[in-house]
């Protein structure tokens, strides 16, 4: 996101170099940190604004997430009106509404009227409902309605992502008015690639690109050089769709429109870009069974995230140890088979999270739909069967060899097969099911998989082994 303009503040020596920050490593220097946490300590105000003042948003993001809770709101205290406001949407959820609550609103809303209105919503939408209005009735009354719209619109929506500053201008202007109104205009966003087409009730009808403005001579129409907005992108749409629009038609800039086609602001790449680094992490979360967790979150509200699917893991688990119980006699005539059960549980689990990452990938980009799915099951049964074949050779040799007994290493070789049968069909068959039934498959694909995997593989090895012991 693109912050507000820095100051250079009095007493500012110089601008800290990057390589005075970060180590090699990548990661924020630890002597960096104990110069700015002894000039906080000395409250040597100074200091702070040479080392922290020109820092870059991202940058002060990092430190703020590198200080201890009481530093953090001290900094932004003793800096005041030199904090940048706008690194707060670089840092996480908990160490920015630590430090935002413990500012008094009226500072609050001072400091979101300096920024750009996507980062304002940003700080704004994790406040309580009071604190918001509160902050909102301190506004002027064009940029309170702005930043109302935007909040209105439901979370993880294009609308709360877009920036609701924008240029728009009517059909009949020539460039030459354009030019003009942008050169006089004191209001227009700081940075901006396109220019939106609007008729009198500010429904879209094109846009026009600067490059091209500056191309066109000054007598000409804006509606002879507009183009069709074929990619405005709906307020309510979902944020990852929206991400989806940027990446499938490699966009730079999209106007939002609301259900009347009435353009209220614009979605811009830094903003997607920052989407797509939020679902793709949020994805790789769920698939482990955590939620919305943050490296700065408590205990408490960690645990709290984290226990729902062990439970139900521990649900499954007994499952599979209720399938080990029923050849309790034959585990008591081959002992082997226990050393073994590891083995073809691990290995069918892994089998099964490998076919299962790609599919929930394959679902969350849109690549696996209804016209290919059959070819891809058809795809990953016939590599679960290959894999199987070379698992099962290599097991079958090393269990006989191991325990001296070639049946067991063909009982296991077989059940091995199976196994990785079931978890090709497990992983792929799983998160379809989720994603038909409406459910998110990479919440729980996992768990289910896993359990598929251990049933089945428990199943098959055991009750070879069982059948086996029958005929010998």
Known sequence: MEGQEKRSPEGAGHEPDKADIYGEDGVIRPSYIAQ??????????????????DLHQSELGDLLEALLPEQRRLLVSLLGEDFDFSSLTEVDEAIRLDIVQSLPNAEIAKAVQELDSDDAVYILEDLDQEDQDEILSQLPFTERIRLRRSLDYPEETAGRRMQTEFVAVPPFWTVGQTIDYMREDQNLPDRFSQIFVIDPSFRLLGSVYLDQILRTKRGVKIEDIMHETRHAIPATMDQEEAAREFEQYDLLSAAVVDENDRLVGVLTIDDVVDVIQEEAEEDLLRMGGVGDEELSDTVASISRSRVPWLLVNLATAFISASIISMFGATIEQMVALAALMPVVASLGGNAGTQTMTVTVRALATRDLDIYNAGRVIRREVMVGVMNGAVIA????????????????????????????????????????????????????????????????????????????????
Not at 45 to 51: A, D, I, N, P
């Open 393 to 472: 050779a290599i097991i079958g040799v090393i269990a006989g060899v191991w325990f001296h007994n070639l049946d067991l290493g063909i009982v296991i070789a077989m059940a091995m097969i199976i196994n990785m049968l079931a978890a090709a069909l497990g992983g792929i068959l799983i998160p379809l099911l989720l994603d038909k039934l409406g459910a998110d498959p990479a919440i729980s694909s996992s768990i289910f998989t896993t359990m598929i995997t251990d049933v089945i593989g428990f199943l098959a090895f055991l009750g070879l082994a069982a059948w086996w012991l029958k005929l010998g």
């Open 36 to 53: 700015v946490a002894a000039a906080i300590a000395d409250r040597d105000v100074l200091t702070l604004r040479r080392e922290v003042g």
